[in-house]
């Protein structure tokens, strides 16, 4: 809206997989250095525009890429296939995001694809009732 300078949006239902594009527009710069409206603050000078600098906060993403947990292939997630993709990671065979790079976002997304397998996600619920 055009009142309040703090927005949420929620996706109740599972979104449709893809690239989503998240565009922020500004209704009116209030913002001014001196009070006055002539001046508007603006954050980059060198810019011919008032430029206003924002946080935008986006949660729940699912990466774009897809990438099989069961790095070794043999139909089993597990710690094997962990050792097997930390081995690739070292050697930069570990493209995960399709960038041409091995990275440390790599390690990060096959990490989190790792636990959220159906084979891990059961064995952390398992172990979250033994510990009960």
Same mark, same amino acid.
């Given at each position: 809206?055009?009142?309040?300078?703090?927005?949420?949006?929620?996706?109740?239902?599972?979104?449709?997989?893809?690239?989503?594009?998240?565009?922020?527009?500004?209704?009116?710069?209030?913002?001014?250095?001196?009070?006055?409206?002539?001046?508007?603050?603006?954050?980059?000078?060198?810019?011919? $525009?008032?430029?206003? &600098?924002?946080?935008?906060?986006?949660?729940?993403?699912?990466?774009?890429?897809?990438?099989?947990?069961?790095?070794?292939?043999?139909?089993?997630?597990?710690?094997?296939?962990? !050792?097997?993709?930390?081995? $690739?990671?070292?050697?930069?065979?570990?493209?995960? &995001?399709?960038?041409?790079?091995?990275?440390?976002?790599?390690?990060?997304?096959?990490?989190?694809?790792?636990?959220?397998?159906?084979?891990?996600? !059961?064995?952390?619920?398992? !172990?979250?009732? !033994?510990?009960?």
């Amino acid at each position: 809206d055009s009142h309040n300078t703090v927005e949420n949006v929620f996706i109740q239902s599972p979104p449709e997989a893809g690239v989503w594009t998240i565009r922020v527009y500004v209704d009116t710069l209030i913002e001014t250095v001196d009070g006055n409206p002539e001046t508007p603050m603006d954050n980059d000078p060198s810019t011919p $525009d008032s430029d206003i &600098d924002f946080a935008l906060v986006v949660s729940g993403v699912v990466p774009a890429f897809s990438v099989d947990p069961d790095w070794d292939g043999d139909g089993q997630v597990d710690a094997k296939d962990l !050792a097997a993709f930390l081995s $690739d990671f070292i050697a930069g065979k570990a493209d995960v &995001d399709h960038d041409g790079l091995t990275r440390v976002e790599d390690l990060y997304a096959f990490i989190d694809l790792f636990l959220a397998s159906p084979e891990q996600s !059961a064995g952390r619920r398992h !172990a979250e009732r !033994a510990l009960r």
